[in-house]
């Protein structure tokens, strides 16, 4: 079982970074794809981005490539989201996730964070 605590999370106004990170407390992080998901107020869970388990490959959401860039340490069994150029419409709670799979469905992902708000002010 891995749990996953994310931090970082707080109230930016717009056009300001955010680093969000992720700690994994189990050993076979490093065998798992790591990634982000959001979920803004009345609104489903939103998929954000996803990154291979050796760091080679990522996919992201439309809503944010370009700005928002997913990284991982395997030593230190953590994941990051920096995210750069916030706008309001990326207020949301930020959920850290693990799965093998390689899905933006939330359904395909085993291991969930506690979350994290993220609130972008204009």
């Known amino acids: 079982q891995v749990q996953l605590v994310e931090s970082g999370g707080g109230l930016v106004q717009a056009g300001a970074s955010l680093r969000l990170s992720c700690a994994a407390s189990?050993?076979?992080?490093?065998?798992?794809?790591a990634g982000w998901f959001r979920q803004a107020p009345g609104k489903e869970r939103e998929f954000v981005g996803l990154?291979?388990?050796?760091?080679?490959?990522?996919f992201y959401a439309d809503s944010v490539k370009g700005r928002f860039t997913i990284s991982r340490d395997n030593a230190k069994k953590e994941v990051y989201l920096q995210m750069n150029n916030l706008k309001p419409e990326d207020t949301a709670v930020y959920y850290c996730?693990?799965?093998?799979?390689?899905?933006?469905?939330?359904?395909?992902?085993?291991?969930w964070g506690q979350g994290t708000q993220v609130t972008v002010s204009s």
């Open positions: 189990d050993g076979s992080f490093g065998g798992l794809n």
């Open positions: 996730v693990m799965t093998n799979a390689w899905s933006p469905h939330s359904w395909d992902y085993r291991y």
């Open positions: 990154m291979a388990w050796n760091g080679r490959s990522t």
